[in-house]
């Protein structure tokens, strides 16, 4: 479920900016009023919590980057780890690299022929000057519905 999040991520930016950067304000003003419980004046209190959680803006920046570096960085390995194990069974690396080849193979045939079956018999260009456009005898009155 991380990872499902990880790449939603990855298409909502400014939806998860947003929320790091509403996270980011709600701890600072818990350190803010944990200090002012502890004694201290509010504009004390509010300077030290900036100056422990420092430029919020940078942090927010880190978080998303992180999350994005996380979910290259897992990519990279579990192509890795697919590489290897495709390398100790040179059998099942044949037979999937055939059956994946046989999958492609067999769509292209498919595709190509339906639409030469739906579409070799469509009308040309050639032939819309051809089309009479409603029952108007003159062209100025052009009805949106084409007859043949």
Same mark, same amino acid.
């Given at each position: =479920?991380? =990872?499902?999040?990880?790449?939603?991520?990855?298409?909502?930016?400014?939806?998860?900016?947003? !929320?790091? /950067?509403?996270?980011?304000?709600?701890?600072?003003?818990?350190?803010?009023?944990?200090?002012?419980?502890?004694? =201290?004046?509010? !504009?004390?209190?509010?300077?030290?919590?900036? +100056?422990? &959680?420092?430029?919020?803006?940078?942090? %927010? !920046?880190?978080?998303?980057?992180?999350?994005? @570096?996380?979910?290259? /960085? *897992?990519? $990279?390995?579990? +192509?890795?780890?697919?590489?290897?194990? +495709?390398?100790?069974?040179? %059998?099942?690396?044949?037979?999937?690299?055939?059956?994946? $080849?046989? %999958? @492609?193979?067999?769509? @292209?045939? @498919? +595709?190509? &022929?339906?639409?030469? &079956?739906? &579409? $070799?018999?469509?009308?040309?260009?050639?032939?819309? $000057?051809?089309?009479?456009?409603?029952? *108007?005898?003159?062209?100025?009155?052009?009805?949106?519905?084409?007859? =043949?």
């Amino acid at each position: =479920m991380a =990872m499902l999040r990880r790449i939603a991520n990855l298409f909502r930016g400014h939806k998860l900016r947003r !929320e790091i /950067e509403a996270e980011l304000r709600s701890h600072t003003e818990m350190r803010i009023e944990d200090n002012i419980a502890a004694g =201290m004046s509010p !504009e004390k209190a509010r300077r030290d919590a900036l +100056l422990r &959680f420092g430029n919020l803006t940078l942090a %927010g !920046e880190r978080v998303t980057a992180a999350d994005t @570096v996380l979910h290259v /960085e *897992s990519f $990279a390995r579990d +192509l890795r780890y697919g590489l290897r194990q +495709l390398r100790r069974s040179p %059998g099942f690396a044949l037979t999937a690299i055939l059956t994946l $080849a046989l %999958g @492609v193979a067999a769509n @292209v045939v @498919v +595709l190509g &022929f339906s639409t030469h &079956f739906f &579409f $070799a018999h469509s009308t040309s260009l050639e032939q819309t $000057a051809s089309f009479k456009w409603g029952n *108007s005898p003159r062209a100025t009155d052009r009805n949106p519905i084409p007859t =043949m």
